[in-house]
């Protein structure tokens, strides 16, 4: 039995995600909270002829303790999403605290639940969980993910529209680093199969996969960001946990993670020298079952691009930990 939780789940990203959760027959039962419309979302999602149970909960009558309560999987679209001119930090006001506040019940309710962060700015959210998950003394570092999957997909979908592959599931790019513009690392010369781009390029490439999301806050014009194609992202890393969890074995997704904290990590956070990094992760039935190291075999230009990413990412770590430890 496989219980999902939805947090976040009347918005941009939640409904559709939480449509594909539905559909999947890997979930048995799906509980939505949002402090909106997550009835209705739930009772919509209730006629589709799939196995799993769904429930909608608001945060009156204990509803976030009712959709936490024996959950496996915790995912957290939950915040607001940028407008045009905007940046994922200038997000960190608001969204900090709603992080904050749902993990809190996540450490209360279901601790050891697999936690899948969305909310941006997931380069400082997530270093906001891992904090309050210590306070609590429930932190399992295999067991914590921010959601980077986003920045993979693109990266298949802009590498295939530039090689003309038609199928563009069957381009692997490893992305590292974090989740936001410079800190977002594609290592297209790790590709498989390996890539003949041109070098001029490849720099216009990775900055396109690095500025993706920009593409989607244009185009929508002050209507939010990326949620039907982050929804697709968020749902396919979620299967991903609840297949190895399950025992698939091979399963092989990029996120961000605790380094130090996961297997194979601590050589890595000692290259990088950051604590949060995203890197391939091979999943296994405990979460994180192996972190690899793709660093040692880049080239000159990513090295560069490496570099950038771990300066941005320090501060917004830092600033991640510090709110969470300034905070009651
Ligand atoms: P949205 O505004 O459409 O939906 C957010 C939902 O969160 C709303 O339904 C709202 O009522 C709910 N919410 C607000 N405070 C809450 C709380 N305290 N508890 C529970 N629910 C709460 O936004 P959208 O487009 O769905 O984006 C959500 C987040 O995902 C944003 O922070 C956005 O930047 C981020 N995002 C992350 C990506 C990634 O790759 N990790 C990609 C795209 C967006």
Do not use: W
């Amino acid at each position: 039995m496989v219980k999902a939780a939805v947090l976040g789940a009347s918005g941009g990203i939640g409904q559709p995600l939480s449509l594909l959760l539905k559909a999947s027959p890997l979930v048995d039962d799906l509980a939505l909270y949002d402090v909106v419309n997550s009835p209705g979302v739930a009772a919509d999602l209730s006629h589709i002829s799939s196995p799993a149970k769904v429930t909608g909960y608001l945060p009156k009558e204990d509803g976030l303790k009712n959709t936490l309560e024996g959950a496996d999987v915790v995912v957290i679209p939950a915040g607001i999403p940028r407008k045009p001119g905007m940046t994922r930090d200038d997000l960190f006001k608001i969204n900090a605290g709603i992080v904050r506040d749902l993990i809190t019940g996540v450490a209360k309710y279901c601790p050891k639940a697999f936690i899948l962060v969305i909310s941006n700015p997931v380069n400082s959210t997530v270093p906001i969980a891992a904090e309050i998950l210590k306070a609590h003394n429930v932190f399992d570092p295999s067991r914590l993910f921010g959601v980077t999957t986003l920045d993979v997909v693109r990266a298949s979908t802009f590498v295939a529209e530039v090689t003309g592959e038609k199928d563009s599931r069957s381009i692997v790019v490893p992305v590292v680093g974090g989740h936001s513009g410079d800190t977002i690392v594609p290592l297209l010369s790790l590709a498989r199969p390996p890539l003949s781009i041109p070098t001029d390029k490849c720099d216009g490439l990775v900055n396109r996969i690095q500025f993706g999301g920009d593409e989607v806050v244009k185009a929508k014009d002050g209507a939010g960001s990326a949620t039907l194609s982050m929804a697709f992202a968020g749902f396919r890393f979620a299967e991903s946990v609840i297949k190895a969890v399950g025992g698939e074995k091979g399963i092989v997704e990029p996120c961000y993670v605790y380094l130090p904290g996961v297997p194979g990590g601590d050589e890595i956070a000692k290259v990088v020298g950051i604590d949060f990094f995203a890197v391939p992760i091979e999943l296994g039935p405990n979460g994180v079952a192996k972190a690899t190291n793709p660093l040692g075999s880049i080239n000159e230009r990513e090295k560069e691009l490496l570099e950038v990413a771990i300066k941005g990412l320090k501060s917004n770590i830092d600033k991640g930990v510090e709110f969470a430890s300034a905070e009651p």
